[in-house]
């Protein structure tokens, strides 16, 4: 009488199949908390790209006036002495949900950089600080 060989089965064992979706699980746990924080940091950088974009529109707009003679003339030069004025600068104004915090010069000297805060309407606490220029007077 001939005897027949068993086959192998293939395939993983239950012990394996644990190892590794205990493995899967430890590098979920330790990846996870950096995706959680990624809504702060989108604000973070939208709100400083708004400030970098408000800042580039002063140093526009005094040279604009520089040019000018600091008279104040449309598409060349806008009278400046208050952060409030800021949308003014920006081609389509201020975007949707933002704010400049208005704070006047504390100089009327043509010239002089004064700081401005810009933050989201809705969230006090996520700001940014730019330099705006005193212009046009």
Same mark, same amino acid.
């Given at each position: 009488?001939?005897?027949?060989?068993?086959?192998?089965?293939?395939?993983?064992?239950?012990?394996?199949?644990?190892?590794?979706?205990?493995?899967?699980?430890?590098?979920?746990?330790?990846?996870?908390?950096?995706?959680?924080?990624?809504?702060s940091d989108a604000?973070?950088?939208?709100?400083?790209? %708004? &400030?970098? !974009? +408000?800042? /580039?529109?002063?140093?526009?707009?005094?040279?604009? *006036?520089? $040019?000018?003679?600091?008279?104040? @003339?449309?598409?060349?030069?806008?009278?400046?002495?208050?952060?409030?004025?800021?949308?003014s600068l920006l081609?389509?104004?201020?975007?949707?949900?933002?704010?400049? %915090? &208005?704070? !006047? +010069?504390? /100089?009327?000297?043509?010239?002089?950089?004064?700081? *401005?805060? $810009?933050?989201?309407?809705?969230? @006090?606490?996520v700001n940014a600080?730019?330099?705006?220029?005193?212009?046009?007077?």
């Open positions: 009488m001939k005897r027949i060989a068993p086959t192998a089965q293939a395939g993983f064992t239950i012990i394996e199949l644990i190892v590794v979706i205990v493995i899967l699980g430890i590098l979920a746990a330790t990846a996870l908390p950096k995706f959680v924080d990624l809504s604000k973070t950088a939208a709100i400083q790209g %708004v &400030a970098g !974009a +408000a800042a /580039s529109a002063h140093t526009l707009n005094y040279s604009g *006036c520089v $040019v000018t003679n600091h008279t104040v @003339t449309a598409n060349k030069c806008v009278k400046v002495d208050n952060c409030s004025q800021t949308a081609q389509g104004g201020l975007p949707t949900g933002y704010e400049v %915090v &208005a704070a !006047a +010069a504390g /100089s009327t000297v043509k010239g002089t950089a004064f700081s *401005c805060t $810009v933050r989201l309407t809705a969230e @006090t606490t600080t730019f330099n705006a220029i005193v212009a046009g007077n």
